[in-house]
């Protein structure tokens, strides 16, 4: 301890000396004198003497004679009550707790009085600092801004700690304001991601834009899996609009993770210090573990409300799980994004700028493989990294890629198909497929619904797909898996954010096998087969974006369901002639004259055989006119047998 702060030390025990009682005297006197005359030898006492109240009150006198100069901790807690703008007797209470965490001799020094405590307590701030009792309980009352900026941490039985964070800033040797302010708010990182690679985020990405860029305070939510982007939407936002991305929870002296009340302390510094500041956006990753802080004994729901609906600075919550937090948490929010992964087309962005950036070259078809994998920026990023270290290339990658969504729990299957072959002359349905594409695309309302029917592999999602893709517009595909939940209301709850996700990017929204969510409700037993039947039909009637369902028990669908289509398609097998167009599309050869087409062949089929074919590398007319029908035969399309003098079996 330096002789600035002996002579700090020397006036609070002078404090304490004063307000001992003879009985305090007599119990703890010599004790004390003992403890203080090792820190600052006592002309007025004798060692190994038992001291009188006379003594007591000489060395007081003595102590209380101590010049005292601001010292390195009466400069940093300057600083900070600076920013928080705190008036004398919260600086001086925030003093004399900071010295009570930092030195040890402050903390045996009231030990060795009559004051018994593990942590400090308003009587002992009292005492040592001769702040009024009164003003001290005021100052550190709940709700207290104080205790509000979580520099101070309130054990709720009647003492108080000093917080992690101010103890860290405390043991580092700060030169100026400057240094101090740097160290809080470090710069910002750089997105590695562009403006343009959230574009399917739609509109909401616009209007993240337009009002963060007023620099007015406000909260923004950003919620969805890990790996969709959120962090490094938060970044991308902030260099957009000209800011700088300040986050909540600097990490800990081992390199660590903060704690949460860490987390909070350094949230209400940075408030503290971009409140003057418009170049500055803070934001809070892996918020879960603040914004649900009200489910903990003894917390503020009140003081949490406050912190959203205040925030005093443009302030970014990054969560990954939106359905946990408290409803009056979230209307307080002013804006709420959702994220999923990137479609297609952006992920190729991302993956060409990773493939470039770790030096590999990927062909068109070897890009479009990488990016199809639906999984972070990040994960593709180290595959292709992976890739580079074992001098491989795509396929490398891959299987780096693949490795880590295995652990990850992700799905690997693709998002999107090899290049295929699709012409709607080439689907048979009961009406014209391209006539009604063309009507469709020019309808000035596109808040449309279209049930497609017909046995699997008829084209009904393709036709749906190439229908969005003369519209221009996105397609939100959503499958069976997708939306059904074990849990009681989250299927209607993931039906209705489907159909909002839609919306908020003007997307088509595609539902495969829509029969699970639409079926008759007469043959429903519990009351979730029911509700899910019925959150489908509300949604439907608020539909403001195409709708495109498809089924292949069309007769199974609820009756209610008739009227909240639009249109309805029914597609059937192919007929003959287009079974040869189809096989002279993908096989570059005519069907056979000699050899009849199939009954029941679907588009489905075809697309099934082309990937084995080239595959295996086949392509004799007779062994994929085999596979055909096999086709047909599996999916119970017609009778099975030998194919006859047809085709041949090998």
Not at 98 to 117: I, M, P
Not at 147 to 165: I, Q, S, V
Not at 205 to 222: G, N, Q, Y
Not at 603 to 626: H, I, K, Q, W, Y
């Amino acid at each position: 301890m330096c002789a600035k702060e002996r002579s700090h030390l020397a006036h609070a025990a002078a404090n304490i000396i004063r307000a001992m009682t003879v009985h305090e005297v007599e119990q703890h006197g010599e004790d004390l004198l003992k403890h203080i005359n090792k820190q600052i030898p006592l002309r007025a006492y004798k060692v190994d003497t038992k001291p009188s109240p006379a003594t007591m009150r000489a060395v007081a006198t003595q102590l209380a004679r101590k010049p005292l100069a601001p010292t390195d901790l009466d400069i940093v807690i300057g600083w900070v009550a600076e920013m928080f703008a705190f008036d004398k007797a919260e600086l001086d209470i925030l003093i004399t707790v900071a010295r009570w965490g930092k030195f040890e001799t402050w903390r045996e020094l009231v030990r060795r009085s009559s004051h018994r405590c593990s942590n400090i307590t308003p009587s002992a701030i009292s005492l040592l600092s001769k702040i009024p009792i009164s003003v001290v309980e005021e100052k550190l009352m709940e709700g207290s801004r104080l205790l509000g900026t979580k520099l101070l941490r309130d054990d709720h039985d009647g003492e108080f700690a000093l917080g992690k964070l101010l103890k860290r800033m405390l043991r580092l040797n700060f030169q100026s304001r400057d240094q101090l302010d740097r160290w809080l708010m470090p710069d910002a990182e750089k997105s590695s991601l562009e403006w343009e690679d959230f574009e399917h985020l739609g509109v909401m990405r616009d209007l993240a834009e337009k009002v963060t860029r007023s620099k007015e305070p406000i909260s923004i939510l950003l919620y969805g899996a890990p790996g969709t982007g959120k962090t490094e939407f938060a970044r991308a936002l902030a260099q957009q609009v000209e800011a700088g991305a300040v986050f909540a929870g600097l990490v800990d002296e081992d390199g660590g993770e903060p704690e949460r009340a860490e987390r909070l302390s350094h949230l209400m510094l940075l408030r503290a210090l971009c409140r003057s500041r418009k170049d500055r956006l803070i934001v809070v990753d892996e918020a879960d573990d603040v914004l649900l802080m009200h489910e903990r004994k003894n917390f503020s729901k009140q003081w949490l409300n406050r912190l959203v609906e205040n925030p005093e600075v443009p302030t970014i919550w990054i969560v990954n799980q939106h359905r946990d937090l408290d409803p009056a948490l979230l209307r307080r929010m002013s804006l709420v994004l959702g994220f999923e992964q990137p479609r297609q087309p952006v992920r190729e962005r991302i993956a060409l700028r990773a493939a470039t950036q770790h030096g590999i070259a990927l062909a068109a078809e070897e890009l479009r493989e990488v990016a199809a994998l639906k999984t972070s920026a990040a994960v593709v990023s180290s595959g292709l990294r992976t890739a580079k270290l074992a001098q491989g290339g795509a396929l490398e990658a891959q299987m780096a890629i693949h490795g880590v969504m295995r652990a990850m729990g992700q799905s690997r299957q693709p998002d999107y198909a090899p290049a295929a072959v699709y012409d709607p002359g080439l689907s048979r349905a009961d009406t014209d497929l391209e006539r009604l594409a063309t009507r469709l695309v020019n309808a000035p309302d596109k808040g449309w619904t279209l049930l497609l029917s017909g046995p699997s592999g008829t084209g009904k999602s393709a036709f749906a797909r190439h229908l969005a893709l003369r519209m221009g517009v996105d397609v939100e595909e959503r499958r069976c898996s997708d939306l059904i939940s074990p849990y009681v209301g989250e299927t209607e709850s993931n039906i209705a954010e489907a159909f909002a996700q839609a919306t908020e990017r003007g997307a088509m929204l595609l539902i495969d096998e829509v029969d699970s969510f639409l079926h008759a409700r007469e043959e429903g037993q519990r009351s979730w087969e029911i509700s899910k039947v019925n959150e489908m039909l509300v949604q439907m009637d608020h539909l403001r974006v195409p709708f495109v369902a498809t089924t292949n028990l069309a007769d199974k669908l609820d009756p209610a369901t008739q009227r909240r289509f639009t249109l309805r398609v029914a597609f059937q097998a192919m007929s003959g002639e287009q079974a040869r167009s189809l096989f002279r599309a993908h096989f570059a050869q005519d069907w056979p004259t000699h050899y009849p087409a199939h009954e029941g062949q679907t588009p489905g089929d075809f697309a099934v055989v082309a990937n084995r074919a080239r595959l295996l590398g086949e392509s004799e007319a007779g062994v994929l006119l085999r596979w055909l029908r096999e086709e047909v035969e599996a999916r119970g399309g017609a009778q099975r047998g030998a194919m006859g003098f047809c085709v041949p079996v090998g």
